[in-house]
Every structure is written in C-alpha cells, then in structure tokens.
C-alpha cells in the first residue's frame, strides 16, 4: 500500500458565519450577504508561497485573509523581487477587479500561511452590484490601501533597516494574531528590498534588545510595547489608515484603540527624554 493510500483525507473547512467576522470587511455586510458569501464562498487554508495570482494573467479568484498575509510582489528582468504591497486581514485581494481591470503587471502570493475566504470573481462582482454598503467599504479599503502605499514608499527611502523591520513585524502581528510568525530572513529582505545580511543584523539587534526571538524559520514577538518603540512613525500611520475597518472585528474596541494610542505616545515621550 502506498503511502498516498495511508494518508488520512483532509477534513473539509467548514465556512461559517463567524468565519466572516475575522475579515474586517466581510464583518460589515448585510443579513442578506452574509448568506450570499456562506453559498458562494469557502474557507481555506493558505500555504507559504502560494499563488494568488499572476502576472498580467485574468484573476479568477478573490481572497479574504482572516489570519494569513498575502503579499504583492514586482519582479524585475533578473528575476529580483520585491513586496510592493501586502494584504491581512483589513481587507481583499483583487484590487483590479475593483479598478475595471482583470489582470495587473504585479504578482501575488501567501507570504504568511494561514485562512482565508476565497470566491469566485463573478460572485465578487455580483455582490459589488447588489450589496452598496459592501461597494463603500471596498472603497474605503481602496482609499486607505493607497495611502498606506504612498506612506511605505517614503518609509523604505527615509527610514533605516532596523526601524522597517520592526515596522513590518507589527503590522505582520496585527494581521496574523498571533505572537508566533512564520518567516525566513531571505523571505523578509525580499519584503523590505534589502540584502540578507542587512536583515540578519537588524533580527539580530531586535532580538538582543529582547523584543523578538528568532529561532527555525519563527520570529515570536517577546516585547510588543519595545518593538513598537524600535519601529519608525509609519506604522501609526499605517494603522491609522485601516483603523475604522479593523474596528469592526471581534474584540476590537474604541477604548482599546485609544489605548494602544496612548501607549505608544507614552513611548514616544521616553525615547526622546
């Protein structure tokens, strides 16, 4: 008998009404779309490095991360790449399709393994179409996605290796939810557009400061309150912008957005004493 033959089946995930409520936009659909998504939609687990899309191929597929992080890529002639974008748990995959497009010049993959909510691309438009409430949060997802952007693009030209690192661990934390993060450091250079060796350095430091640990391919985030002391002014800003979404999702709370607020004000005080 083969090992094929031995292999227990996969046991099916089950998509569920409460599966939605870990995405933030889905969390704010109606009654009736909800059940539209629980018809059309399934729940699926994400791999390291799986495709999402291609390059300037039709998109066939649109992805709702609940706990895994996609990441858009560009690649050069010489076959370098770089993370031009990524995508967690705030939002959606298909920005195209929101755009009258089909395809894009960019790629894009799982860069951190875990769930998310996959339909079709005709069932994502139809609910475009009858759900106008689920239009103006994709919209607002949009607006705030390209704000981030034009904020990154800045950071990875004004900020240090040390400091964009710590930036992209917390935004990574916030989308995964869990102290734990799969991640090479070849795969982080590729995301920050830096050398291995620059990464290396910067771990390293992070990690004798105690804010990280790194071990096997994990990063653990130790010390969430220094990491967010190391990390430079764009990941406020970056939170800031998904902020109203990421609202809406369970145990999110106005008083507990004010309060990380306030903490990293709190640091910001005594690292300038």
């Given at each position: 008998?083969?090992?094929?033959?031995n292999?227990r089946?996969?046991?099916?995930?089950?998509?569920?009404?409460?599966?939605l409520?870990?995405?933030?936009?889905?969390?704010?659909i109606?009654?009736?779309?909800?059940?539209?998504v629980l018809e059309?939609?399934?729940?699926?687990?994400l791999?390291?490095?799986?495709?999402?899309?291609?390059?300037?191929?039709?998109?066939?597929?649109v992805?709702?991360?609940?706990?895994?992080?996609?990441?858009i890529?560009?690649?050069?002639?010489?076959?370098?790449?770089?993370?031009?974008g990524t995508?967690?748990?705030?939002g959606?995959?298909?920005?195209?399709l929101?755009?009258?497009?089909?395809?894009?010049?960019?790629?894009?993959?799982?860069?951190?393994r875990?769930?998310?909510?996959?339909?079709?691309?005709?069932?994502?438009?139809?609910m475009?179409v009858m759900?106008?409430?689920?239009?103006?949060l994709?919209?607002?997802?949009l607006?705030?996605?390209?704000?981030?952007?034009?904020?990154?693009?800045?950071?990875?030209?004004l900020h240090?290796?040390?400091?964009?690192?710590?930036?992209?661990?917390?935004?990574t934390?916030?989308?995964?939810?869990a102290?734990?993060?799969?991640?090479?450091?070849e795969?982080?250079?590729?995301m920050?557009?830096?050398?291995?060796?620059?990464v290396?350095i910067?771990?390293?430091?992070?990690?004798?400061?105690?804010?990280?640990?790194?071990?096997?391919g994990?990063?653990?985030?130790?010390?969430?309150?220094?990491?967010?002391?190391?990390a430079?002014?764009?990941?406020?800003v970056?939170?800031?912008q998904?902020?109203?979404?990421v609202?809406?999702?369970?145990?999110?709370?106005?008083?507990?957005?004010?309060?990380l607020?306030a903490?990293?004000?709190t640091?910001d005080?005594?690292l300038?004493?």
């Amino acid at each position: 008998m083969s090992q094929n033959q031995n292999a227990r089946p996969q046991k099916a995930l089950v998509l569920t009404a409460d599966a939605l409520k870990q995405n933030a936009i889905l969390a704010g659909i109606e009654p009736a779309t909800i059940e539209y998504v629980l018809e059309h939609g399934s729940l699926v687990d994400l791999r390291l490095r799986q495709e999402i899309y291609q390059s300037e191929r039709t998109i066939d597929l649109v992805y709702f991360p609940i706990n895994s992080v996609l990441s858009i890529v560009a690649q050069m002639r010489d076959g370098s790449e770089i993370e031009v974008g990524t995508i967690g748990r705030e939002g959606m995959s298909a920005f195209p399709l929101l755009l009258g497009a089909s395809t894009t010049a960019n790629y894009c993959y799982c860069q951190v393994r875990g769930r998310a909510i996959r339909m079709n691309a005709a069932s994502f438009h139809d609910m475009t179409v009858m759900d106008h409430s689920f239009r103006q949060l994709l919209d607002r997802y949009l607006q705030s996605y390209v704000n981030m952007l034009g904020q990154l693009a800045a950071c990875n030209r004004l900020h240090s290796i040390y400091e964009r690192c710590s930036r992209w661990l917390l935004m990574t934390h916030d989308r995964v939810g869990a102290d734990d993060i799969p991640l090479t450091q070849e795969f982080l250079a590729m995301m920050l557009g830096t050398s291995r060796s620059g990464v290396s350095i910067a771990a390293a430091t992070l990690q004798q400061a105690g804010f990280i640990q790194y071990n096997h391919g994990i990063i653990r985030i130790v010390d969430r309150p220094g990491l967010e002391s190391a990390a430079c002014e764009c990941y406020e800003v970056a939170r800031k912008q998904f902020e109203g979404l990421v609202r809406s999702l369970p145990g999110i709370t106005s008083d507990k957005i004010r309060a990380l607020a306030a903490r990293r004000s709190t640091l910001d005080s005594d690292l300038h004493l």
